[in-house]
């Protein structure tokens, strides 16, 4: 507000009105009506009778003692209580912090045990899949599931001038499997006939059977094993290299090529009857010879 | 004289017996007390001030109790009594100390 307009108003106004209020009440701390009453006494105004002075002041002074008294006493009296429930406060408070520290070191003990239970958790997992990955090798393995996979196609067929001399005997077609086996196959079939470790190739007069099961040429063995090295591996394993310089001599009539899929059937189980299951402790020695087969 | 004695007996009275508070008026109780105070410690520096009156002194007593517990218990019924109470205490206690400072000023010339 510009100065000129407020001056006029606050000089209109009275001086209880624009004083700060600090400075009142300490100017005012004795009360007006004193003043009042003694200016009209002073103006001569005439003097109320007094016939027992100040009797009535003493009576308010005795009703003023009677009142800080009570306050005194009904404040000790009171004290046995408020101290009474501080106590029960002070041994609350120290019931909760026992509590609170005893929580503390339950959710320390839950941490370590959850540190543990995760550990074994881990340990648990990689023993499962390690399971797992051998219970996928080993199905493969017993060709218990069909796989599918890329791989090499070689067929073979007798030498074409149908000498039975240069037929394809059973021997040959075990070493062209014996050598992809160890050239790094990993399931193989022999004319839609899964190979397995109870597998057998054997001759039955002319035909070559396999799992009691005869064929008929051309032989058709598929492989699922990584094309990249396994023609060569074969070529390079001695079972390999002998067959083909066999092939060579006797004038087989064969081809090998990589296939980019590969399905392989599974092999029918014989069933078993003396087979009983065998406890853990087995199973983890015949893990350790899985390993290395 | 007779308002020391006074004092002597209301004190005396108080203690004699104990009268009980109603529940319900205790915390009124203190600030009645501060404002008693206030208007006990006017009456002895107008009576020193030689302005003293009976009537003006029974009026600020009972003006001054009534109207402290009244603003207190309004607090109360706000839900500011703890600042209301302070706020008049301070008040109180300003006045309480400048009317000492007057009595003191009567009583020692200093």
């Not at chain 1, 009703?63 to 008294?69: A, K, Q």
């Not at chain 2, 017996?17 to 107008?46: H, K, N, T």
């Amino acid at each position: 507000m510009p100065e000129h307009l407020s001056r006029p108003e606050a000089q209109q106004l009275p001086e209880r009105v624009t004083m700060p209020l600090l400075t009142l009440i300490t100017q005012q701390s004795l009360d007006e009506d004193y003043l009042h009453v003694a200016e009209r006494q002073a103006a001569g105004a005439p003097r109320p009778p007094r016939v027992r002075p100040h009797r009535t002041a003493a009576v308010v002074i005795a009703v003023f003692g009677i009142l800080v008294t009570t306050a005194a006493v009904q404040t000790s009296r009171n004290a046995d209580i408020t101290d009474a429930s501080r106590a029960s406060l002070v041994s609350q408070i120290g019931d909760r912090r026992a509590t609170v520290s005893d929580l503390q070191d339950r959710i320390v003990r839950l941490r370590e045990s959850n540190v543990g239970l995760e550990q074994q958790l881990n340990q648990v997992t990689s023993t499962e899949q390690d399971a797992a990955s051998r219970v996928t090798r080993l199905e493969t393995v017993a060709g218990y599931v069909p796989v599918t996979g890329e791989g090499v196609r070689i067929v073979v067929d007798d030498a074409p001038n149908g000498d039975a001399t240069q037929a394809v005997r059973d021997e040959d077609l075990a070493k062209l499997v014996d050598g992809l086996w160890s050239a790094g196959a990993e399931a193989i079939a022999i004319n839609g006939y899964r190979l397995t470790v109870l597998s057998a190739i054997r001759n039955v007069n002319v035909a070559i059977h396999v799992n009691s099961r005869p064929l008929t040429p051309p032989y058709t063995v598929e492989a699922i094993g990584d094309t990249r090295t396994l023609q060569a591996n074969l070529l390079d394993s001695t079972l390999g290299s002998e067959f083909f310089s066999l092939a060579e001599q006797l004038g087989f009539v064969y081809s090998m090529h990589n296939v980019d899929e590969l399905s392989l059937p599974a092999a029918r189980f014989p069933r078993l009857r003396s087979v009983q299951a065998g406890t853990s402790a087995d199973q983890k020695t015949h893990m350790d010879e899985e390993t290395n087969p | 004289m007779i308002a020391a004695l006074g004092l002597l007996v209301g004190i005396l009275l108080g203690l004699w017996f104990r009268p009980d508070v109603p529940l319900g008026l205790e915390p009124y109780l203190p600030i009645a007390v501060v404002a008693s105070l206030d208007a006990v410690f006017g009456g002895l520096r107008a009576y020193l001030d030689g302005i003293f009156d009976d009537k003006v002194f029974v009026v600020s007593f009972i003006s001054n109790v009534v109207i402290a517990a009244a603003i207190v218990y309004l607090g109360d019924k706000l839900g500011v009594g703890g600042q209301l109470s302070t706020g008049v205490i301070v008040v109180l206690g300003i006045r309480i100390f400048s009317n000492v400072a007057a009595i003191r000023r009567h009583l020692f010339h200093a």
